[in-house]
C-alpha cells in the first residue's frame, strides 16, 4: 500500500518564461503554465486564460493517475519486433528525418500505440544523455498514466497530434524539454498503430516540429498501406491458388482480413472464427488439430503461413484448412432438442449440448473415448452422468492416476481387473499425470482387455496451468496433483497417441472451457447450488451477481465457479447472493497473473469498497491511501462494483 503523502508546502512563484507557440523564449502575456501548474497542484482552481485547455485535461488526468511530480517511474519492456509493419514503413522515413535533423538539438522518437518507445535518433550528445537520464529511451513507456502530460503520451490519450511545451509538463523532470507528436494510424482501419514524436531542448522548441511530425505520420501511413495491399494481394493468390487442388474447407486470415469459401463460410460461425485466429500461429501441414465448433462439430484443421513480398519478415497470412471429422457419430446433430438433458449437469448452449450428444452415442456402443478440456471444466461428472442416462445399473468405477504416482503396479491391476469384468464403465482419471512408462504399461492392460463391451473413458487434462485458481486455492498456487511441467508435458503427448487409428481409444471428445459457453452460466449457477443443499426458491443470484459471475474469465472452469458460489452462499447476509458476497477475486478483471501480495492489495481494496458502499474516497481513507492511488489501483486491477462512487 502506498502511504498519503502530506501535500508539500509550495513557495509562490513568479510568473515565468516560457515558449510561445512561435518558439521565442519570452513571457506570453495571456498563458502561464508554470503558474497555472503551481495552482493546480495546491488544489486551487486554474483560470482557464493560464493554460492551453487539452493541457489543464492532461494535468487532471496524471493526477487521477497519481503521477509522481517529482520522480520519473516509467516501466521498462523490451519486448519489440523490430520487423513489424510500423517499423518496415517507418524505418526510411525515421532514415531521411534523422539525416535532415544531423547537428541540431532535435530527437526522433517512434513509439508503439501505447507510448512505449521504440526507436530513438538523435545527433546531439547532451540532449541524448538528458533523455537516458528521464528514462526518454528504447523499452520505456511515456504513457500518461506513468510520466504524467507529454507529447507522447497526451498524443496517444487524445488520439491527436500533440505538443507540450517545457513548464507545461506535469513532472518537474521533464521541463526541460519541449516535444511535438502525431498518432500513426492504419489507413484501412483508423485504428492508432503508434507515434512519431520530435523532442528538443525547452528554448530551442519551434512550431515546425508540430507541421514535421504529421507529415512523417502521413509519410508513414501512406507506406503502411502500400505494405498493407502488398499482405492483401499475397493472401488473396494463396487463397485462389490454393482453391482448386484443396478438398476442404478454406481460409485465409491476416490482421484484418477473412477470406473463406463456401464450405467455410456454411461451417463456421463468428465464435469459430475467433478461436482461429488464435490456432493460427500453432498450425502445420503436417499435424492436424481438433477444433469443436460452435454448433457441437467437430472440424480436424490444419494450416500453414504464407509469405509474402512485403518488406517484414515475418507472414502476411495463414492459410487454414478444415474439414468435419467423417464418422457421422463424432457430430453432434444439428437440433439441439434431440440431446436429452442429464441430472446434475447443466448447459443448453449448442457447443455443450454438442458434446453430450458425442458422448452420449459413444456410450451406447461401448466406443473407448478419450475426454480431454481444460482443468476444471467437469469431465468427471459429465462422463459420470452419461454413463447415468445409458446403462444406470451397471457399475461405474473411476481409477484416478494421481493415486499411481507413488507406485504403478497396484493401479494398474485395479484397472485391468475392472477392465476385466466385461460390463459398466471404467473410467481413467487425469491419464496426463501418468509419466510415459506408466503410459506403455496402461498400453498393454487396455490391449489385453481390448474386447470387453463396456464403455471405457479416459479423461486427459490439456493446458493445465499453474494459474488456474478458485477461491479454494490461492491465487497463483497450482492445484494438488498437477505434477511437474515436464510430466504434463510428457504425459499428454504420449497420450494423444492413443486416439491414432491403431490406438487404443478411438475417439476424442473435447470439453469446452467455461469462458466459450458462459450463456450456461445462469443454468449452472442454479445446478450447483441447489447441489449444494439450497433449495430452487433460495438458490438464485441477483441480475448484478449474474451478470459478475458472466464477465469472469474462469481460468479454474466450472471447478472454480462452484468454489465461487460456495464462497457466496457462505458470506450472503440475504436470501439472495449478492454481488458483493461474491469473492474479491471475481469482481476485479486483471489484464496479468498476479502476485500473492498484489492479490492481497486487491482483495483489502475490494473490502474497503464493499465495507463502505462503493465509496472511493472512503475507502482510500481507510486504508490510508490517497485517492488517486486508489482509483490508480482500481483500473490496474480491473475492479467493478456497480455504480460507480467518489
Partial sequence: MEPVDPMEETAPTKPSHTVSALGRDRPVPHLNPARARTMFLEGESVPSAEVRPP?????????????????????????????????TAARPVLDRLSEALHGTPMCLILTDSKGRVRERRTGDRALHHHLDDICLAPGFSYAEEYVGTNGIGTAAEDGRTAHVFGSEHFSERLQRVSCA???????????????????????????LMLALVREAAADIEERLLDIGSERERAALRAFLTSRPSSQRALVTLTDGLLLADAAATEML???????????????????????????????????????????????????????????????????????????????????????????IRHCEQGRWTLVDGEAGTGKLELVRAVHRHVSPTTPFGVHDAANARDGSARWLQAVFRDLSEDRGTVVLRHLDLLPAPDLGRLDGVLRATAGRSGWVAALLTRDRTAGATS???????????????????????????FTTPTGRLGVEVTVPPLRHRTADIPALVSCLLTRHGRNKADGRCTDGALRALCRASWPGNVHQLEGSLRYADAHRSGPLIEETDLPPSLLSQAQRPLSPWESTERDMIVQALLDHGGDKRKAARALGISRATIYRKITGYGIRLGPDKG
Fill in 55 to 87: 493541457i489543464l485535461d492532461s494535468w487532471q488526468r496524471s493526477r487521477f493517475w497519481g503521477v509522481d511530480t517529482d520522480r520519473i517511474e516509467a516501466p521498462y519492456n523490451a519486448d519489440f519486433d523490430p520487423h513489424s509493419r510500423l517499423a
Fill in 471 to 497: 477461491p479454494q486455492w490461492g491465487e497463483g498456487r497450482p492445484r494438488p496433483g498437477t505434477g511437474t511441467a515436464a510430466d504434463r508435458r510428457q504425459g499428454a503427448e504420449t497420450a494423444s497417441a
Fill in 181 to 207: 507528436a502525431a498518432p500513426i494510424r492504419n489507413p484501412a482501419s483508423g485504428r492508432v498503430l503508434g507515434l512519431i514524436d520530435l523532442t528538443s531542448w525547452q528554448h530551442s522548441a519551434s512550431p
Fill in 269 to 359: 460461425s463468428p465464435a469459430d472464427h475467433r478461436r482461429l485466429r488464435e490456432l493460427a500461429g500453432s498450425l502445420s501441414e503436417r499435424h492436424e488439430q481438433r477444433l469443436l465448433l460452435n454448433d457441437g462439430r467437430t472440424a480436424q484443421v490444419r494450416g500453414r503461413q504464407v509469405d509474402g513480398e512485403a518488406p517484414d519478415k515475418g507472414p502476411v497470412a495463414y492459410l487454414i484448412e478444415l474439414r468435419l471429422v467423417a464418422d457421422r457419430e463424432q457430430s453432434a446433430p444439428r437440433g439441439t432438442g434431440q440431446v436429452p438433458r442429464l441430472p446434475g449437469v447443466a448447459g443448453s448452449s449448442p457447443v455443450f449440448r454438442g458434446v453430450v450428444a458425442q458422448l
